[in-house]
């Protein structure tokens, strides 16, 4: 276990490196590498269809690449011991609409072997007391949301994958994300956000990864982002153009 | 144990509020009892009632993990750290409870539509019912994860489930033909075997594929 | 090349040395000669679904698309291997019998394996890349199957012959038909490896396509 005690040290808190993933078809993702630090927030932009929901699933280790490997906390997320370290919101909520809010968390915290305590302050920290008794299928998109992101961080993970988790917050209910999102950041979690939000990207990350029909397309600064970079880079590389372009954008760390 | 027993509650407690799986399966049994009734089938009543059962199986256990699928739960399942196995016996348990509530039903029916008697060795026929049961859901529970995904599940379920549970359907038609012809128990000895061996191999298979099924 | 070309020719062999050349069977006359077509065809389907089984069990263990075609492929060439043998039985079954089908082990299993197959095939068919573990894990499962299958249908009666050939004592043919079989039992075998070598070629180069396409 020292590497996973060991989380605020040099290493990496997500390492991918040459992942290629088909699905049925063309791959949706060819030879993605990245690295993210504990405490280090990553947006990962692109449009739609450019693989951001498969990458994250690669990364929690719901699917295997087809290529490449990923390492979460210096361990292969294949090895089982760090499933308790990632929190992952897709997204769907993952929720079970027939029940509760309060008994989906605890459905999680049982499967996680948490005291039901952290389902309460779960719900709580996204201001969700009064719905813990409704049916999710009752609840709206922005609710159900909440929710799911409070299922995501019940168990306290040192990596958390978030898939557009703003889509239908209002504006209060994404202050109170960001600032959670920040101090968890300041607790050495490691993030990632995927979001097709240039703004969005610029104030929440240290980082941002283009992905461009499956590659790789830029990674860089979240603060150099503007709209015309974003334009020119899914100009550059629109998925079914064949091979690099001459004056193409420079890869993040190429593999083999 | 906790995360077993909480996803066998989950599985129960939503199938108690949603009602999707016991009353179409409940109703699906009664009429092709029913149908088998009024066309002349009074004589192979085992046959009949294993079809029955086999039939509205294969229509819930399609359905059974659908509620894992239209959210993604399934892939915060496997996230957990837990063993996936443990979905696998979780939702089959839950599954087996909802099948006996509907075979409470079926043998009601049966009773009555097929004029059968209370055997000898009532005993022998619950052993039978038993383990044919066991060995549907556990063997249906496997297939109704791998066909989730594919769109076409409802089809697909009973195409893979009859075929692989033949040697279940024949052994369990004769043996219960047996024992309600007054047979006893040391009569359907190989039947049984047939039908513990079944219930043995797909209560096992599972153990060692089903991560494969549910994993990416 | 050669592969196909010599199990044609052997295959045009053994037809013509079972029609022309293979003695009358005392009690059976004339039919029996379907024999040379029936039991190569159970032996080659019951190949083709062992190395199914074998390559299945790789796929999931290794996760190599390799293995996953060879499992396809042969289970298709199986399929019609078997779809030969449930056609040439009863044929042979009717004149013989006096009936085209009766429930005994030997029937029941191929009947049954060709039902799972026909699963196996439709679940390559509808689900997509998700669908070749599931495939898999069918192909494990009806393998395992195979045996209580038989054993089921050991409880229901037989008129089947009992194996004349692959027995504990030898085989209890006489030597003439016994050469004749064994020439048709190769050549039905070098087919399936001459279809098994054309379908790897087209799953190669579909895969090889698809990655094309992509970069």
Redo the contacts between chains.
């Keep these: 276990m020292e590497t996973l005690g060991n989380h605020a040290g040099a290493e990496p808190a997500i390492l991918a490196r040459g992942v290629w993933k088909s699905l049925t078809g063309p791959p949706v993702l060819r030879d993605v590498s990245l690295t993210v630090r504990s405490g280090e927030t990553l947006a990962l932009l692109g449009p739609n269809g450019a693989g951001k929901s498969t990458l994250l ?1 690669v990364l ?5 690449p087809s290529r490449g490997v990923v390492v979460i906390l210096g361990r292969s997320v294949e090895d ?2 760090v ?2 370290y ?1 929190g ?1 919101a ?1 997204h ?8 509760t809010a309060i ?1 989906n968390l605890r ?2 915290a ?4 948490l005291p039901y305590r952290h389902a309460e302050l779960s719900l709580e920290l996204f201001g969700l007391g009064e719905y813990r008794d409704t ?1 999710v299928r009752l609840l709206s998109r922005g609710i159900v949301q909440r929710v799911s992101l409070a ?1 995501a961080i019940l168990h306290d993970p040192r990596v958390l994958l978030l898939d557009e988790p703003f889509t239908g917050l209002d504006a209060s209910s994404a202050a109170r994300l960001r600032e959670l999102l920040s101090s968890l950041r300041l607790r050495g979690c490691a993030i990632v956000v995927a979001t097709h939000q240039w703004n969005e990207a610029r104030e929440l990350a240290d980082h941002a990864v283009v992905l461009v029909g499956g590659r790789v397309a830029a990674n860089e600064p979240a603060a150099g982002l503007t709209p015309d970079r974003l334009a020119a880079l899914y100009e550059e590389r629109r998925p079914g153009v064949r091979g690099p372009r001459p004056g193409a954008p420079v890869y993040a760390e190429s593999t083999e | 144990m ?2 077993l ?3 066998l509650r ?1 599985d129960l ?2 199938e108690g ?2 009602r999707e799986l016991a009353p179409s399966m409940a109703v699906l049994a009664l009429l092709l009892l029913t149908a088998g009734s009024a066309s002349g089938m009074v004589n192979a009543a085992p046959a009949m009632l294993w079809i029955t059962l086999l039939v509205a199986a294969s229509l819930g256990l399609a359905r059974s993990f659908h ?1 894992e699928l ?4 399934l ?8 063993n996936p196995v443990l979905i696998y016996v979780g939702k089959g348990i839950a599954n087996l409870l909802v099948m006996i509530a509907v075979e409470g039903v079926t043998l009601f029916a049966f009773t009555i539509l097929y004029n059968v008697g209370v055997p000898r060795e009532p005993g022998a026929l619950a052993l039978v019912l038993l383990l044919g049961t066991a060995g549907i859901v556990m ?1 249906g529970t ?1 297939l109704g994860a ?2 989730a ?4 599940r409802e089809v ?1 379920l009973p ?2 489930l ?3 549970a ?3 359907l ?2 369990a038609v ?1 043996a219960t033909e047996k024992v309600l012809a007054g047979q006893g128990i040391a009569a359907v000895s ?2 049984v075997g ?1 039908l513990a ?2 219930a043995l ?2 209560g096992a ?1 599972p153990v060692v ?1 089903f991560e ?2 549910v ?2 | 090349m050669i592969l196909p070309v010599l199990a044609a020719l052997l295959v045009a062999t053994g037809v013509f040395l079972a029609l022309r050349v293979a003695p009358v069977e005392a009690f059976q006359g004339e039919p029996y000669r379907i024999l040379y077509i029936h039991v190569p065809s159970v032996v080659a389907s019951y190949v083709a679904f062992t190395v199914t089984f074998v390559a299945s069990v790789l796929y ?1 263990w290794k996760r190599e698309r390799r293995f996953d075609r060879v499992a396809y492929a042969s289970a298709e060439i199986g399929q019609v291997f078997l779809t030969m043998v449930l056609l040439t039985g009863p044929i042979w079954g009717k004149p013989v019998w006096g009936t085209w089908w009766t429930w005994d082990a030997r029937l ?1 299993t191929a009947l ?1 394996l060709w ?2 197959f ?2 196996y095939l ?2 390559r068919a ?2 997509g890349a ?2 070749t ?2 495939a ?3 192909a ?3 393998f ?2 195979i045996p ?2 038989h ?3 050991r ?2 009666r037989t008129l089947h012959p009992r194996p004349a050939v692959f027995r504990p004592e030898g085989p209890d043919l006489p030597s003439s038909m016994l050469m004749i079989l064994m020439v048709n039992m190769a050549a039905f075998l070098l087919m399936y490896l001459a279809l098994l070598r054309v379908r790897l070629g087209q799953e190669r180069l579909r895969d090889r396509l698809l990655e094309e396409r992509a970069l």
């Design positions: 699933h929690a280790g719901v699917m295997r089982p011991a499933r308790r990632i992952f897709g769907r909520s993952a929720l079970y609409g027939h029940l008994e459905f999680f049982d499967l996680y072997a049916p299922r | 906790r995360a027993l909480a996803i989950k407690t939503i509020r949603a509620q239209d959210q993604d739960q892939s915060a399942l496997v996230l957990a750290p837990i063997l496997l791998m066909v995904v594919a769109r076409t697909l195409v893979l009859l075929p692989l033949v040697p279940l024949v052994a004769r190989s039947e047939v061996s079944f191999l797909f298979a594929l494969f099924v994993r990416e | 999931l029941t049954i039902f799972i026909a699963g439709m679940v509808w689900s998700q669908g573990r599931t898999a894990v069918i494990i499962i009806g395992l199957d209580l299958i054993w089921s249908a409880l229901l």
